[in-house]
């Protein structure tokens, strides 16, 4: 019988495609391994289908009143699967103990919590891209690794789908498509959505055949349609909230760049392969930077703070990035736009 690991996953977007090359040295480790995934429920779809993965568990994060049955019946049903070991991408004592109770026997994960852990890997140190930090699992494991990117596969379903989105919109998909992410899961991190809306005018007015795409969850989907009125152009249409994860992955895939501060759709354009635009502030490239199969072009400015810095209030401001200027990114983006419609 096949080896079964099931893998408990992390929370976000970006995070999850960070996982993406330890799951496949995971999955290639040896012949006839079924990789299982516990993922909450809204980034399902980002290893739904993929080579590397076999089965998704849906297991919410939560701490609602209803979390504690769907994790009993997530407990049940894992239970029946019978596996042979798990692994945790971050510690968590709740996860570990669950995974003791259904009589999971090797238990792996990062040490820094009281957990019944049967291999416990000491993190590593430093500031290392966190692919570099999950793949340090692999090494604990004594796992041969399958390389650092991550990536996206886009069915070529998903990519006609992506292409009567974009028509059914009045997209010339004929002619180069660019896109803007102007969201975001964190306000520091994001460019301040008037820059957007300049950068837009700038590239309409520079690129006549280029049509522009606005980006983004549900919640941003005020920010993109603001950013487009204020464009006001038949070329530039708002997208945000409208399309799932692996239409919007595909939407990626067709453009010629992506233009987007520290998110997660920035790294899901990288992972299919798109050419990005990165504007980081209170993050690190170093740590959270761009790792897929696409080329970026990063821009961040050393304002003698220190990153990654995650406070909710600054001093300064939050200079680091309203000092990014319109003019700046629009120099960078001439330098990046290759003109491709789609790869």
Same mark, same amino acid.
Request: aromatic share 8%.
């Given at each position: 019988?096949?080896?079964?690991?099931?893998?408990?996953?992390? *929370?976000?977007?970006?995070?999850? $495609?960070?996982?993406?090359?330890?799951?496949?040295?995971?999955? +290639?480790?040896?012949?006839?391994?079924?990789?299982?995934?516990?993922?909450?429920?809204?980034?399902?779809?980002?290893?739904?289908?993929?080579?590397?993965?076999?089965?998704?568990?849906?297991?919410?994060?939560?701490?609602?009143?209803?979390?504690?049955?769907?994790?009993?019946?997530?407990? *049940?049903?894992?239970?029946?699967?019978?596996?042979?070991?798990?692994?945790?991408?971050?510690?968590?004592?709740?996860?570990?103990?669950?995974?003791? !109770?259904?009589?999971? !026997?090797?238990?792996?994960?990062?040490?820094?919590? %009281?957990?019944?852990?049967?291999?416990?890997?000491?993190?590593?140190?430093?500031?290392?891209?966190?692919?570099? &930090?999950?793949?340090?699992?692999?090494?604990?494991?004594?796992?041969?690794?399958?390389?650092?990117? +991550?990536?996206?596969?886009?069915?070529?379903?998903?990519?006609? =789908?992506?292409?009567?989105?974009?028509?059914?919109?009045?997209?010339?998909?004929?002619?180069?498509? %660019?896109?803007? *992410?102007?969201?975001?899961?964190?306000? #520091?991190?994001?460019? #301040?959505?008037?820059?957007?809306?300049?950068?837009?005018?700038?590239?309409?007015?520079?690129?006549?055949?280029?049509?522009?795409?606005?980006?983004?969850?549900?919640?941003?989907?005020?920010?993109?349609?603001?950013?487009?009125?204020?464009?006001?152009? *038949?070329?530039?249409?708002?997208?945000?909230?409208?399309?799932?994860?692996?239409?919007?992955?595909?939407?990626?895939?067709?453009?010629? $760049?992506?233009?987007?501060?520290?998110?997660?759709?920035?790294?899901?354009?990288?992972?299919?392969?798109?050419?990005?635009?990165?504007?980081?502030? #209170?993050?690190?490239?170093?740590?959270?930077?761009?790792?897929?199969?696409?080329?970026? /072009?990063?821009?961040?400015?050393?304002?003698?703070?220190? /990153? #990654?810095? +995650?406070?909710?209030?600054? =001093?300064?401001?939050?200079?680091?990035? &309203?000092?990014?200027?319109?003019?700046?990114?629009?120099?960078?983006?001439?330098?990046?736009?290759?003109?491709?419609? +789609?790869?």
């Amino acid at each position: 019988m096949s080896k079964k690991i099931l893998v408990f996953e992390l *929370n976000w977007l970006g995070d999850i $495609l960070f996982s993406v090359p330890l799951l496949k040295a995971l999955k +290639y480790s040896e012949p006839d391994v079924f990789i299982a995934c516990a993922v909450v429920p809204r980034y399902a779809d980002i290893l739904r289908n993929t080579p590397w993965v076999d089965k998704i568990m849906p297991l919410s994060d939560d701490r609602g009143p209803f979390s504690i049955f769907e994790k009993l019946k997530f407990m *049940n049903l894992a239970k029946k699967e019978k596996f042979d070991s798990c692994v945790l991408l971050k510690p968590s004592r709740s996860k570990a103990e669950m995974a003791s !109770k259904i009589g999971i !026997k090797k238990r792996i994960g990062f040490g820094g919590k %009281v957990a019944p852990l049967t291999l416990e890997i000491t993190p590593p140190p430093g500031s290392l891209h966190r692919v570099d &930090q999950l793949l340090a699992l692999a090494e604990g494991m004594k796992i041969p690794l399958m390389g650092r990117k +991550y990536e996206f596969p886009v069915s070529a379903d998903d990519l006609e =789908r992506a292409k009567k989105f974009l028509t059914d919109a009045g997209i010339d998909i004929k002619k180069p498509v %660019v896109a803007f *992410n102007p969201g975001g899961n964190w306000g #520091p991190k994001r460019w #301040p959505d008037e820059n957007f809306a300049d950068l837009a005018v700038m590239v309409l007015k520079e690129y006549k055949n280029v049509s522009l795409i606005l980006t983004g969850a549900n919640k941003d989907e005020a920010v993109a349609s603001g950013i487009a009125a204020k464009v006001n152009s *038949n070329r530039c249409v708002s997208m945000a909230g409208k399309t799932g994860l692996k239409v919007l992955g595909a939407i990626f895939k067709l453009c010629g $760049l992506v233009v987007s501060a520290d998110s997660g759709p920035m790294h899901l354009a990288s992972a299919v392969g798109t050419k990005t635009l990165c504007l980081f502030g #209170p993050t690190s490239p170093a740590i959270t930077g761009p790792c897929g199969k696409g080329e970026s /072009v990063i821009i961040h400015h050393d304002i003698s703070c220190e /990153v #990654p810095c +995650y406070l909710d209030e600054c =001093r300064k401001g939050y200079i680091c990035m &309203q000092n990014i200027t319109v003019s700046e990114v629009f120099e960078s983006f001439q330098k990046a736009y290759d003109g491709q419609t +789609y790869k």
